[in-house]
């Protein structure tokens, strides 16, 4: 069982920066894939960045060139660093991880951005 839990989001204005957290606990040995998703009101919960189990990292088109996500070796602790925040950002950003898709989610942080 792997536990997730995200932290860092908070009340940003447009054109601000957040960075973000996900400590893992329990069977990260096995997460392979790590990344961040993001599910705006009324919208369907869509992905921000990811780690693939290939080994490399997707970013969404929207995000590209202002969020870069990393992670520590020891696969404990996923950040996303979001620059040159914009109001459509807002939304409840989630951590997911497994071993070769999403297996594990976290209960999410909420990110809000003001114009």
């Known amino acids: 069982q792997v536990q997730l839990v995200e932290s860092g989001g908070g009340l940003v204005q447009a054109g601000g920066s957040l960075r973000l957290s996900c400590a893992a606990s329990?069977?990260?040995?096995?997460?392979?894939?790590m990344g961040w998703y993001r599910q705006a009101p009324g919208k369907q919960r869509e992905l921000v960045a990811l780690f693939t189990s290939g080994g490399s990292t997707n970013y969404a088109d929207s995000v590209k060139g202002r969020f870069t996500i990393s992670r520590d070796n020891a696969k404990t602790t996923l950040w996303l660093q979001m620059n040159s925040l914009k109001p459509e950002d807002t939304a409840v950003y989630y951590c997911?991880?497994?071993?070769?898709?999403?297996?594990?989610w976290g209960k999410g942080t909420l990110v809000t951005v003001s114009s």
């Open positions: 997911g991880a497994g071993r070769y898709g999403i297996d594990y």
């Open positions: 329990g069977s990260v040995f096995s997460l392979n894939t």
